[in-house]
């Protein structure tokens, strides 16, 4: 499996930005669609955004569409969430996930059978 681990949560204002990493261990990582999930408190698991493996689309859900941008580097077998204009709905835990060869229902939590153990992101106001 990929094995993802992800890097880069902490704590912003309002407005401000992070990046989270997603790095995987897997050198057929460029075989791998990924995606990002949150999970608030007393909330559902919801999707984020997600890059198929050819790196040539992209799916992101409406609440961050225009702030937050995927991205992924196949050299350093790493995937980027760039996250712009944070405000306190966007407070969650953040997951990676990956699915190899992914390209159908790239939104649902359980297209994919890979997850890492997730980086805390706190946006205060």
């Known amino acids: 499996q990929v094995q993802p681990v992800e890097s880069g949560g902490g704590s912003v204002q309002a407005g401000g930005s992070l990046r989270l990493s997603c790095a995987a261990s897997a050198v057929t990582f460029n075989t791998y669609t990924m995606g990002w999930f949150r999970r608030a408190p007393g909330k559902e698991r919801e999707f984020v955004a997600a890059?198929?493996?050819?790196?040539?689309?992209?799916y992101y859900a409406d609440s961050v569409k225009g702030r937050f941008t995927i991205s992924r580097d196949n050299v350093k077998n790493t995937v980027y969430l760039q996250m712009n204009k944070l405000n306190p709905e966007d407070t969650a835990l953040y997951f990676c996930a990956a699915r190899r060869w992914l390209t159908l229902e790239v939104r649902t939590s359980s297209s994919y059978d890979t997850w890492g153990q997730g980086t805390q992101v706190t946006v205060s106001s």
């Open positions: 890059i198929d493996w050819s790196g040539g689309t992209t």
